[in-house]
């Protein structure tokens, strides 16, 4: 019976910690930064200069801009022009960094570029780059983790049509071997339990700190024609972290329970 009770005592902990993995996501989440471009905190116009948004860069062709901020506001990006970056505070050094996005692509080049990103606020190191191109029936996407070229996903998306994107980035101990993932309309938030469109690809520098999201417009003959809304940043994390403090948890209250 002592036997038996151990086991089970070792199974229900196991189930425990489960349970507290898969209600981690929304639990621990910190959300860094968030908009949906609409008013009273935007107007149309000028993206720059409205929410903190700087330039990236000093490019000034095709500025990029708000619309429809009283109903549904979003901002537009073409081929060759302005960049732009959103600084968030606490800047991140650790654990995973989600970006997620309403995305619609009305075109995409053949040899596909980045259009969204994270950065540390410099105008050189990216990352979690969110790439399309164009595919036969559609376009296609790709995650890269720093610079370099990235593997593209198979599943053909639509153009004209809105999905939601969610970008993981994993600060991983040593380097050049962060890891990510990226999901088209997950189910859940943080894409806990769903299939990844396609893993990210470990390319170029690791991040050292993250701390802003970058709006971009790529080259004229590989950059996607993109509509983007409701952008948000948040940190959760790491598995095994989260792990541990589910099993102290755990720990505690059996000791508790001997007491």
Do not use: C
């Not at 570029?113 to 780059?129: E, I, K, P």
Request: proline share 3%.
């Amino acid at each position: 019976m002592i036997r038996t009770g151990k086991l089970f005592g070792a199974r229900i902990a196991m189930i425990a910690a489960g349970s507290v993995l898969a209600a981690s996501s929304m639990a621990h989440a910190a959300i860094l930064y968030s908009t949906d471009f609409n008013s009273p905190t935007y107007s149309d116009g000028a993206l720059l200069g409205q929410d903190g948004w700087l330039i990236t860069g000093t490019s000034v062709v095709n500025p990029l801009n708000v619309a429809n901020t009283a109903t549904n506001g979003s901002v537009s990006l073409t081929t060759t022009g302005q960049d732009a970056n959103r600084p968030f505070t606490p800047s991140v050094t650790s654990d995973s960094v989600f970006l997620s996005a309403d995305i619609t692509i009305s075109a995409a080049g053949s040899s596909g570029d980045y259009f969204l990103h994270l950065s540390d606020g410099s105008t050189s190191n990216f990352y979690a780059r969110i790439y399309a191109k164009a595919a036969t029936g559609g376009f296609v996407m790709a995650m890269g983790t720093s610079s370099g070229a990235a593997t593209y996903g198979t599943d053909v998306l639509l153009f004209d049509t809105t999905y939601h994107i969610l970008a993981r980035y994993d600060f991983v101990a040593g380097a050049g071997n962060d890891t990510g993932a990226l999901f088209v309309n997950p189910v859940d938030p943080f894409g806990v339990g769903d299939t990844a469109y396609v893993a990210a690809t470990n390319a170029g520098t690791d991040a050292t700190t993250i701390s802003a999201v970058n709006l971009r417009q790529g080259t004229a003959s590989s950059a996607p024609t993109v509509v983007v809304d409701n952008i948000t940043v948040s940190i959760v994390p790491a598995p095994s972290s989260i792990a541990l403090m589910g099993l102290g948890g755990l720990l505690v209250a059996r000791r508790r329970r001997s007491a």
